[in-house]
Each structure stands twice: as C-alpha cells, then as structure tokens.
C-alpha cells in the first residue's frame, strides 16, 4: 500500500524552482497534490506532469486564500514553499505570506497526525550579508515555524510542524543571481564559488527529500534541517 495515497498535500509555490520540484516527487510518488500559485502557465505545466496534480491560481498572501484551501481541500501534509524572492534587497521588501498559513493551520486546526513543512533559506544559518535583512527574515521562519509547533503542542493537536533550509543554487531562478552576486564579490567564478558546498541542490534531489520527509514517522521528526545537494540533515 502505497503509504502517500490518501494524504492529500498542498504545496504552495509549486509552479517553478524547489516548489515545483516537491509537487512534481509527490505527485510521482502516489500523494494527492494541490499545487498552488499565481503562476496560471507554470501550473498548467506542472498538472501535464501527473495525473496525481491538480491546480489553484491563487496569491499565497491573500489573507482569505490559507483559510479558503485548508477548507477546501482538509490536507495532511502542507508545504510552504512561497516567500520572499532572494534578490539584494533590504527587510523591507521581504514578504511574510508564509505566517497566515501557519496561523489558520492551527485556527482550522489540521487534523491529528499532519504535517507542515516551512521552506526557508540556508541563509538563516550562514547569513547573507549582500541582501540585507533576507537571512533575518528566514530565521523569522524557523522561529515562527516552532512557535507554531509549540501552540500545537500546548492545544494537544497533534500537528508536526517543521522548517527546511535549503542550501544556495544556482538551478533554480530564484538562487541563481544570488550565487552570481556572490561569486562576483568573491572575485571568483560561479563554479570556484560553488566547489566547497559539493553537490548542487536540484529541484528533483528537493522533492526527493520531501517526500522521504513526507514518510516519516511524525514521532522522529526533527525541529529543522538544512537541505543540500547529500539530502535533509538535522539541525540542532
């Protein structure tokens, strides 16, 4: 039996990058998944894929739109992939849409034994320190994601709550002006930049960790892991 087949899954931020790397695996792997994002084209690409995707245009930030989907569709697992684009840019203009979905996750609440899953950034572990306030606003995440796991456990929902930090990569549109911005205030090449990290993270080795996360048993469920290249690695 194919343990994913009746645990339906949203994955917010699905149509490109990591997203659409982690709707694709699950979907692959037998999960029913609603792949949401604003992206009509991405999507419709993305549904072409599977017959296990089915697709919401929707603006993750939109405050009735969490609510409106968890309604809807009563997930086991949620994925949050949608944040701030990683461009050289102060805290001002980081966005924050991630956070309504934990609050109505527990508003709702989900059901006993789900599963949420935060996509953040490496950065909140290694800094960042040409986009200014981007990493700080990627440790918010891990922060809030264990607030949210804390409210969990103190209501007795059941709800796992967890953080992913993927590591930086140049194969994705959102990682790729960053290791070329890095790299050039190195004074190296992207290849020199990226040599001692080993491994690129894909979007493909991205959905492949989250579906092996996707099957694990809640009980032993780490708080965090940084996502790299080699897989999930817990963190402290």
């Known amino acids: ?9 949203i994955v917010v ?31 419709a690409k993305l549904a072409d894929t599977t017959p296990n995707i089915s697709t919401e245009v929707a603006d993750a930030s939109d405050p009735t739109v969490a609510g409106a989907l968890l309604d809807r569709y009563e997930p086991s697992i949620l994925i949050l992939v949608a944040g701030a684009t990683p461009l050289m840019r102060p805290l001002q203009h980081q966005t924050w849409e991630t956070f309504s979905w934990l ?17 953040s950034s490496g950065a909140a572990v290694n800094g960042s320190p040409l986009s200014g306030g981007y990493a700080g606003a990627k440790a918010t995440q891990r922060f809030i994601t264990a607030y949210a796991q804390d409210e969990a456990n103190r209501a007795d929902l059941g709800i796992t709550f967890t953080t992913v930090l993927p590591r930086i990569t140049p194969l994705t549109d959102l990682g790729r002006p960053a290791v070329q911005a890095y790299a050039s205030r190195n004074g190296q090449s ?17 959905g492949t960790a989250l579906v092996e996360l996707a099957r694990t048993d809640v009980a032993s469920i780490a708080p965090a892991y940084l996502l790299n290249g080699a897989g999930l690695q817990r963190l402290p």
Not at 1 to 9: D, I, K
Not at 30 to 42: D, E, F, I, L
């Open 190 to 206: 992207e290849q020199e930049y990226l040599q001692p990290m080993g491994e690129p993270l894909t979007p493909a080795l991205a």
């Open 103 to 119: 609050r109505e996750s527990l508003l709702k609440p989900l059901g006993q034994g789900s599963q949420v899953v935060v996509i």
């Open 13 to 43: 931020g699905a149509s490109r990058g990591l997203g659409r790397g982690i709707a694709t695996a699950l979907g692959d792997a037998g999960a029913p998944v609603v792949a949401v994002s604003r992206s009509q084209p991405g999507l």
């Open 1 to 9: 039996m194919n343990a994913l087949a009746n645990r339906t899954t």
